[in-house]
């Protein structure tokens, strides 16, 4: 049989200059099937090991990645453009998660007692998580370390291997990843592998007989991957972006609220699927609140020198949506307060402040995943609650309110699955908190517990201890006890 690849290669390009970095092969159907393969070879002795075995592995790993942060770093702001302290930060964020895994998916996914009922006291009941098998994860371009490995730290603690799919944006830094790992566990090789491709070979991927696919990306691809897993009802596990929106109250410290709106919004050069969008002031302070934020956007410089606050738009064609939504608020009425039309500059984008945004444009309802954000005015915080929650994203969102127990309690009424107090993206370093939203943002969850439990099945099971006094679940016992026993429980559940 012919390698179904061996010709096919593309190439990725610095965002900022469109200098060559490096060709990759062009991974098809064969290649990923035999990835897939060795994968599923690799888990059977993987989930063989004990736990201690399994974290000893993954923390030599850890260890070996932060030997290594400047060199991740440096591959991660090649490929995506952004500044290299951001890059060294997505490094640092990923060692957490890593850690927090292989720290505790003993304690989550071991077996566990349960309890038993009053007509079941003779059984001794049980539940345990076993590994899946080989989890499928397609990774974004926006943080190609730190998003991928939300899903491929997790699978590999609860017994699973992984095969990875990066964006072709980004192939190196998941083939970087991939290298540290045989480095750090080679007695477990093809444990982590690569497949490098277009959206071909997410297809493939899809396609290959994975045990669950974990895929980041736009709600329209998810889509399309979904119905390819659908066809072999392969689990499916999607984070799709967000509109995230920022609620201020009238009480809150503007200075701490206009300061993180804005790292929120403009940081990546607002490629962050969690950014700030959308911030929702009541009235009586959104004119200073738009000023502070107008000012210190103002400050703010893309370029690709050191210097430069974020890095240029790493997906060219992002530029064309930012410019649409740009001019088709302002078009509807919208004023910019910061920034505007000629901010746009290809391939980077200078930040835009805008207020007055029509509820139905483009720029609230659409993710914008560049350096936008609107500020608009409502009456209080119903209205800026109802607002937050009628966008067809439900990902993150923030409060800034003058007392945190007052913070919470509008927050526990967002419709997002992730929600700040008093700072934007407070969620996504805490490792233990798992990460996800529903609706266009996708469903299920990454990190912490349920992100250990994402990538495995649960056992339930019963030992007899004893055996009943009334065995209901025999042909043999007589109707008048089976009767006797009907009445019992009626009695007790009338009772409790």
């Not at 080989?134 to 190609?144: A, E, Q, S, T």
């Not at 899809?206 to 998810?222: E, I, N, Q, Y």
């Not at 959308?278 to 410089?301: M, N, Q, S, T, W």
Request: aromatic share 6%.
């Amino acid at each position: 049989m012919t390698d179904d690849t061996a010709a096919a290669t593309f190439t990725t390009r610095a965002p900022a200059t469109g200098e060559r970095i490096a060709e990759h092969p062009v991974d098809g159907p064969e290649r990923v099937g035999r990835a897939v393969a060795r994968a599923r070879e690799a888990q059977r002795s993987w989930a063989a090991l004990p736990a201690a075995g399994r974290r000893a592995h993954l923390l030599r790993w850890k260890r070996g990645i932060a030997a290594e942060l400047e060199t991740v770093a440096r591959a991660i702001s090649e490929e995506t453009g952004k500044p290299a302290g951001d890059a060294a930060l997505e490094v640092v964020l990923t060692l957490e998660h890593l850690a927090w895994a292989a720290r505790h998916a003993e304690r989550v996914l071991r077996r566990r007692k349960v309890g038993t009922g009053v007509f079941t006291a003779h059984q001794r009941a049980t539940l345990a998580y076993r590994p899946l098998g080989v989890i499928g994860v397609i990774g974004p371009w926006n943080y190609p370390l730190y998003t991928p490995m939300g899903s491929v730290a997790y699978a590999l603690a609860a017994g699973n291997a992984v095969v990875l799919k990066p964006s072709e944006l980004t192939p190196g830094t998941g083939l970087l990843l991939s290298r540290l790992f045989d480095a750090a566990v080679p007695a477990h090789a093809g444990l982590l592998t690569v497949v490098t491709g277009p959206g071909s070979t997410g297809d493939a991927l899809a396609r290959s007989g994975v045990d669950k696919l974990a895929f980041t990306g736009s709600p329209g691809t998810a889509r399309k991957v979904m119905a390819v897993c659908a066809e072999t009802l392969t689990p499916f596990l999607a984070e799709c972006g967000g509109k995230d929106a920022v609620i201020v109250t009238a009480d809150a410290d503007l200075d701490a609220a206009a300061d993180a709106i804005v790292w929120g919004a403009f940081s990546n050069a607002g490629q962050t699927c969690a950014g700030v969008e959308r911030v929702y002031a009541v009235r009586e302070i959104h004119a200073a609140l738009c000023e502070r934020v107008a000012e210190r956007a103002g400050r703010l410089r893309p370029g690709a020198g050191t210097e430069a606050a974020y890095g240029p738009m790493t997906l060219p064609g992002q530029v064309d949506i930012v410019e649409r939504h740009v001019a088709g608020a302002l078009e509807a009425g919208a004023r910019a307060v910061a920034g505007g039309p000629e901010s746009v500059r290809a391939p980077f984008v200078a930040p835009v402040v805008l207020t007055g945004v029509p509820e139905d444009a483009a720029a609230m309802t659409e993710e914008t995943f560049g350096p936008v954000v609107a500020v608009n005015a409502v009456s209080g915080v119903d209205e800026a609650v109802e607002r937050a929650n009628a966008s067809r994203y439900a990902l993150g969102a923030a409060v800034f309110c003058g007392s945190g127990r007052s913070g919470a309690a509008i927050a526990a009424r967002l419709r997002a699955g992730a929600v700040s107090v008093n700072s934007v993206l407070g969620f996504a370093a805490v490792p233990a908190l798992p990460f996800g939203g529903s609706a266009d943002s996708g469903f299920g969850r990454i990190h912490g517990e349920e992100g250990l439990r994402a990538f495995t099945s649960a056992q339930s099971m019963t030992v007899q201890r004893f055996a009943p006094l009334i065995a209901l679940t025999s042909f043999e016992v007589p109707a008048a006890a089976r009767e006797r026993a009907v009445r019992l429980a009626r009695a007790l559940h009338r009772r409790r």
